[in-house]
Structures are given as C-alpha cells and as structure tokens.
C-alpha cells in the first residue's frame, strides 16, 4: 500500500510478506489504518502478499530480496516469482 499525507508532500510504503508460517498477516484495513495514524490522507492498495517483493541493495551494492515472497500459500525457498509489474524507487539525480 501506499500513503500520502494531506499536503503530498510525503509518501508511506508498506510491503507485506507472502503467507508463510512465522508471518502472522495483517488485513488491508488494519493497514490502511496503520497508514492514516501515521498521518497519510490517501491511500492506495496495489497489491500484497506473494508477490510482493522488498529488493534493496546490500552493503556492495548487491540487490538483494529483503522480503518474504511466496507461491500458493508456501515459502518460496528459490526465490520470488515472476511478477509484471513493479514500483521502482530511486534517489533523485542530485541525492547520489
């Protein structure tokens, strides 16, 4: 999910886990609530669970999945599944 703030000025992601025994889960209104605590105004649901991946670069500059994705309610153990689409962050030109 993601959040912005009444001014727009600040955006929240949340990434949920895929199902898998230690992920105890959470429901999209608990995190939309979750998300106007914070302060966001808006919030929009794209997708969750399985195919929800968390790729962030290690130490080396590796990417590497942070997340736990899965596949037909089990733990992928080789890695995540193909997805089509995805939400790409990066720093702005003068911030590297």
Known sequence: MIGLD???????????DGRFPESPGISFNAIAD????LGCKDVLSID???SSIMVLPDESG???IMSHPCDNQKF??????RIHN??????ADDEE
């Open 48 to 50: 969750g669970g399985g």
């Open 86 to 91: 995805c939400f790409y962050l990066a720093p």
């Open 6 to 16: 009444p001014d727009h000025q600040r955006m929240v992601i949340w990434m949920n």
């Open 34 to 37: 979750y998300l106007i605590a």
């Open 62 to 64: 590796t990417l590497q």
């Open 76 to 81: 992928d153990h080789d890695g995540a599944r």
